[in-house]
Every structure is written in C-alpha cells, then in structure tokens.
C-alpha cells in the first residue's frame, strides 16, 4: 500500500500552510485573547476556497478527497486551533446535511455562500444533559400541519453566535431513542430561535461557543432533512470523516508544539551549551518525533 500523498496533495499542504502563515500567524495571539470571531480571516479562507475542499466544483467546491480535508485540518491547526475549528466546522458539520440532504434551493441559498465564505454554518447536537449519547436529546420536533416546532436548548454550539442557519438535532418520537431522531434546518431570524449565555474556554478561542434556544421554533416541513427517522443514519454517514478530522487537528497541534519545543531547546543554555545538546532533553525530542510519525500514519 502506498502511504505517499500525491503531488496534488503536497501542492495543496504547500499553498494551505503559506496561507495560514499569511493570513492567520500575524493575529492567531490577538484571537486567542480576545475570543473575537476573526471575520476578515474567515471571509478570505472563504474566498481562497478552503471551505469548499470537499465538495464538487458545481456548488463552488474543490472537489477534494477525505485526505486533502485532512490535511487542511492540520496545517490549520499547527497555527490556530481556534481558526481550525471554524474551518472544521463550516467545511463538514456545518454544511454536510445541507448538500446530501438538503433541497437544490438549499443548496444554492445556504451552501454556495457558505463555501464562498458569506455565511456561516454550524451543527447542533449537544444538550446539557446529553452529549454523545444522541439518544438521549430532549429537544422535540412535532409535527403541526406543514411545520415542525422545535423546542429545546443546545449547549456549547461552535460558531453558534455567528451562525446564519443550523443543523439541529431533535426527537421526533422520543420513545424510539436514536430511531426516532431528525436533523432539521433553522436559520437565524425564525420566530422562537435565539442566542442564549456565551460560554468561556480556554482553547479554540475565536470559534465562539454558546448556548442556542428553540422555544416554540415553527420550522417549514421542507427543513427536515430527509424523512422522519432517518437521523442517525444519516449522522454515521459523515462519523468516520468527522473523527479523522479531529485526529488531523491533534496532530498539527502537536507538530506546532513540537516545533516550538525543538526551536527553545537550541535557545535555551544551561550549563554553557544549548539544553538540546543534553542526552536527556534529545531523548524527549525523539520520543515526541517517533510518537507524532507514528500518529501520522494512523490518521492518513
């Protein structure tokens, strides 16, 4: 088997990482102490195409493979992990259901621009007494002639402040657990959807997490993705994606920090030597080495 990436895909890593050096190096600190959605960064990754890596060229895509997505993931992430779960976010979660499930329409109002870097997108899953455990959501969707209401609270929502519309997943028969799950599409200004408490963390500044509100949210019956009862299978649809994703994340941040760590062990002296030049400090660098090449070839 062939683990070498392909010319295209060493190409691809060359311009993402010249543009994250251009583009988000100069202010990754002032995001990360301020928290403040870099919009001007979002809006030029939008324009360059990177939201796009993974659809097809009709919707404005690249066309690009789950690797390419991956490696855009990383080279992200070796410079903010903040900007990283933006990009993350707007090119999978945020958008995925609308261009496999969603309407021409749809696609065409909400994903074009999405990828073009003019709206913002997120996903929905997360509740306060719910986590991985999807089927034990407690927001409700039922059914009211041609609209769904919605009702509920979604916790620690990335982008959720900033998002233009959202995925948002709902029971529709709370007695069938994830059988009974659906996935509908709301959009900010609809009656009933609102922004709730700003949650403070300490990483993945930039990308601000929140608490979303649906309390009676009357949603067209065209914003349910697909039928009733197809939610959890259309979910494990894109899992696979979504978890090599976040192993490119943990290994961008980690060759950023073992970067960091190389260059500080040639500057810092002890002793009248650099402490790089000590056994034991070059032993901590080859562990951290053989254990970043060994993570690369697990998630590629």
């Not at 899953?125 to 986590?131: I, L, R, V, Y």
């Not at 979910?235 to 994703?245: A, G, H, P, Q």
Request: a neutral charge; glycine letters at 12%; one cysteine or more.
């Amino acid at each position: 088997m062939d683990f070498e990436f392909s010319e295209d895909q060493r190409f691809f890593r060359q311009r993402v990482a010249s543009a994250m050096a251009r583009i988000v190096a100069p202010i990754a600190k002032e995001i990360d102490e301020t928290d403040r959605f870099p919009l001007q960064v979002f809006r030029e990754l939008g324009r360059l195409g990177y939201f796009g890596v993974r659809y097809p060229a009709e919707y404005g895509g690249m066309g690009g493979d789950c690797t390419t997505f991956v490696i855009l993931a990383e080279e992200v992430a070796k410079v903010s992990m903040g900007v990283a779960a933006l990009v993350t976010m707007q090119c999978l979660m945020g958008t995925d259901f609308i261009y496999r499930f969603g309407s021409e329409e749809q696609r065409r109002n909400l994903l074009v621009p999405a990828i073009r870097g003019e709206k913002v997108g997120t996903i929905a899953f997360t509740e306060p007494d719910c986590g991985s455990d999807l089927g034990g959501i407690k927001t409700r969707a039922r059914r009211d002639g041609d609209h769904y209401v919605l009702k509920g609270r979604k916790l620690w929502i990335t982008n959720g402040e900033n998002a233009d519309f959202v995925t948002v997943a709902a029971t529709i028969d709370p007695r069938k657990k994830l059988e009974g799950l659906g996935f509908f599409l709301v959009e900010r200004g609809m009656p009933g959807f609102s922004v709730g408490q700003r949650i403070e963390k300490i990483s993945a500044r930039g990308a601000g997490t929140v608490e979303l509100l649906l309390d009676d949210c009357r949603v067209p019956k065209a914003n349910l993705f697909g039928t009733e009862g197809q939610g959890i299978r259309q979910l494990n649809d894109i899992l696979s994606e979504i978890r090599t994703m976040i192993a490119g994340l943990g290994l961008g941040l980690a060759k950023a920090a073992f970067a960091a760590g190389l260059r500080y062990a040639g500057e810092r002296e002890a002793f009248g030597r650099p402490i790089g030049a000590f056994q034991l400090i070059q032993d901590k660098i080859a562990q951290m080495e053989t254990r970043i090449r060994a993570s690369e070839f697990l998630t590629y």
